[in-house]
């Protein structure tokens, strides 16, 4: 199985920067995801890691290390609209599945 | 933009009763998948189909539960007999395939289940 961490919560302002980490154990590794997901509402996919750096996607960027079992998301120039919870999944190497850490719940205030 | 439709967007049903939540999945996928998602906790995985079969499942998908693909377009969930535990949201989701590098799981907007 696997070992999903994020933090609970963050807050951030309107236009600012914001980082969610996510650390990850798993016994193989097949990548890594986030998606974002407002109350109440299905998992968005946002972004897609299976080799280490960045990629870039709009206002989104998301980091992976596989040898630290890390990744990040990165969302800049925040907006309202941005507040949600937003889910890092990992899927195993051999596995159909994604198994989802649970959940970093982002406030924007104005 | 092609996406997973589920039915009913919202079920009650007393406790011991059986519940069938039905999917449509995204028309060229091939993979399936049932996650469900307690309120305020995290999205489990309960079972994944493939070529008309299961091809993993969780510890949660036990005996009560099971998964069908009746004709070519929908995928349904069916609990057994219902205990309230089983209150979540039902996600249905698909991909095209399962294992290829950067294939994402698209979710349907869920079933949300309440056992009274």
């Known amino acids: 199985g696997q070992n999903i961490d994020q933090p609970t919560e963050m807050t951030a302002t309107e236009g600012a920067i914001v980082q969610i980490n996510c650390t990850y154990q798993t016994s193989g590794f097949n990548g890594l995801f986030w998606y974002q997901q407002h109350a109440g509402e299905a998992p968005t996919f946002l972004s897609y890691n299976v080799l280490d750096g960045l990629e870039e996607k709009g206002r989104f960027s998301s980091f992976l290390s596989r040898s630290k079992g890390y990744s990040y998301l990165l969302l800049k120039e925040l907006q309202m609209k941005d507040s949600a919870s937003y889910l890092c999944a990992v899927r195993d190497d051999g596995d159909y599945k994604l198994s989802f850490g649970a959940g970093t719940t982002v406030t924007v205030r104005a | 933009e092609p996406e997973v439709t589920q039915t009913p967007s919202h079920q009650v049903t007393q406790m011991g009763q059986e519940v069938i939540l039905r999917c449509v999945p995204i028309?060229?996928?091939?993979?399936f998948y049932w996650y469900r998602q307690i309120l305020g906790q995290k999205v489990e995985f309960l079972v994944s189909f493939y070529n008309n079969e299961i091809s993993e499942k969780s510890e949660i998908f036990d005996d009560q539960f099971s998964v069908e693909r009746p004709d070519g377009s929908n995928f349904t969930l069916k609990i057994r007999s219902t205990k309230l535990e089983d209150s979540a949201m039902y996600f249905c989701?698909?991909?095209?395939?399962?294992?290829?590098?950067?294939?994402?799981?698209?979710f349907g907007e869920g079933s949300w289940l309440t056992v009274v």
């Open positions: 989701a698909s991909s095209v395939e399962g294992l290829s590098s950067g294939n994402t799981i698209y």
């Open positions: 028309s060229n996928h091939l993979y």
